[in-house]
């Protein structure tokens, strides 16, 4: 270990955190500063996996058929990594943003948006394999432990995020988790997940020209400032043309060819294809509804149901625009709906509480609104829970409630604030 290293990972850190040092990249070999021990590591991923999927649209459970699949070709990437002991877990996302996340311990996810853009398995694998460096190489780990140096604590009451007006409110590890999720990552660690993802991409047996290929496209997407992309993987994964270049150095160094899959592609991703055109549907019906226009909103909402009756997410949309005429009734069933479709999923669950206070069902809304903050915490969950609990002259249980939202700062924290004080005077 040189000087400069040892002192970087000794003077600074024990002053500041007793729990420091130094420890070796498992993947490259090289030292680096180790604030968070791996049982750590592996229990932050496993807690915070399910609520960061959920602040990042949920599951696509459409089509767990697709879900198997890219667990398949992970797992044949993980197997030959630097790290193949780790607890690794692939999930697909219901999101139309292209993207794709790995947090501490093998947790990775990608967005259903991300997965049309690919060909074939093979471009799928450099992108899974990519994250999977990610989470070897700690990347995630790393990026906790210099907000802490900077300011220990400061993830843990919320945050913004973008397309989730719920986001702002997010609190604990619910929080932390997305924070590591949309966080960029630095153009060392790119670079390092570019070059030994393609490393575990030959070893596994595809052709890592796929992830030169993928690196040129987002390149020229990036250049002709590709919306969808710059919210997504752009956002946390920053293209270059240094990247491209290296990449192609590499594949020219080791050999291209190998496992493309395009045709086994092609037919996993059929169901999702079939139903592209109601997500599209709900995406320029949320857009109408952006825009104040709620009557077309419904009408392409209305469309996007009679293509795909199962997804709970078009039932939560079409609520809000009933919600917002103030068809309280049928904002209710369109709630109840998406909640039985996916009982799991916090925003639906938010959703049906907050139209059921409206309706003044104050069980219906305290069950909902207990049951979302079971998986991911917000403020407003909490607010409203202290509101119901005021109603009901749970005095102390209100008291407790609007003591935790008040806590986590903006308008609901003052709100909290100025009725905690009622409660008290």
């Known amino acids: 270990m040189n000087q400069y290293l040892l002192q970087r990972c000794i003077a600074p850190v024990v002053v500041a955190l007793s729990l420091a040092g130094c420890s070796v990249n498992p993947v490259t070999g090289e030292s680096q500063l180790s604030l968070i021990p791996e049982n750590q590591e592996l229990s932050m991923g496993a807690e915070q996996y399910t609520p960061t999927q959920q602040t990042q649209g949920g599951q696509f459970y459409l089509d767990p058929e697709l879900t198997l699949y890219v667990r398949e070709v992970g797992q044949k990437l993980a197997e030959v990594s630097d790290r193949p002991d780790l607890p690794y877990e692939f999930v697909v996302l219901n999101s139309s943003t292209p993207n794709a996340w790995a947090l501490p311990g093998g947790k990775i996810a990608i967005n259903r948006g991300l997965l049309t853009k690919f060909d074939d398995e093979a471009q799928l694998a450099s992108v899974l394999g990519h994250e999977i460096v990610h989470a070897a190489a700690r990347h995630s780990v790393q990026r906790m432990q210099q907000g802490m140096l900077i300011s220990a604590g400061v993830a843990g009451l919320g945050f913004a995020l973008s397309d989730n007006e719920w986001a702002g409110v997010l609190m604990g590890g619910a929080a932390i988790g997305a924070q590591l999720a949309l966080a960029q990552y630095s153009q060392s660690d790119e670079l390092e997940s570019d070059y030994y993802g393609i490393l575990y991409m030959k070893k596994a047996g595809y052709d890592p020209t796929a992830a030169v290929e993928l690196q040129q496209l987002f390149l020229e997407l990036s250049e002709g400032r590709d919306s969808s992309f710059i919210q997504g993987m752009f956002a946390t994964h920053p293209p270059s043309a240094k990247r491209v270049q290296r990449n192609r150095e590499l594949v020219d160094e080791i050999g291209a060819g190998g496992y493309r899959g395009e045709d086994v592609y ?96 104050l069980d219906k809304a305290r069950t909902n609104l207990e049951r979302a903050n079971q998986v991911v915490p917000t403020s407003i969950a909490y607010l409203r829970l202290g509101d119901i609990a005021a109603r009901q002259n749970r005095r102390d249980e209100a008291i407790a409630y609007y003591t935790k939202v008040a806590e986590a700062g903006g308008d609901i924290a003052k709100e909290a604030q100025q009725k905690l004080q009622a409660l008290r005077n």
């Open 266 to 361: 092609k037919r996993k991703l059929a169901t999702l294809r079939k139903l592209q055109p109601a997500y599209d549907a709900h995406d320029e019906a949320r857009k109408l509804a952006s825009e104040d226009n709620m009557d077309a909103a419904l009408k392409k909402i209305n469309e996007a149901i009679r293509l795909a009756p199962d997804e709970a997410m078009f039932y939560t949309l079409r609520g809000r625009i009933y919600k917002e005429q103030e068809k309280l009734q049928q904002a209710s069933d369109d709630f109840d709906k998406a909640v039985s479709l996916y009982p799991e999923m916090f925003v639906y669950r938010i959703y049906n509480g907050l139209n059921a206070l409206e309706l003044k069902n």
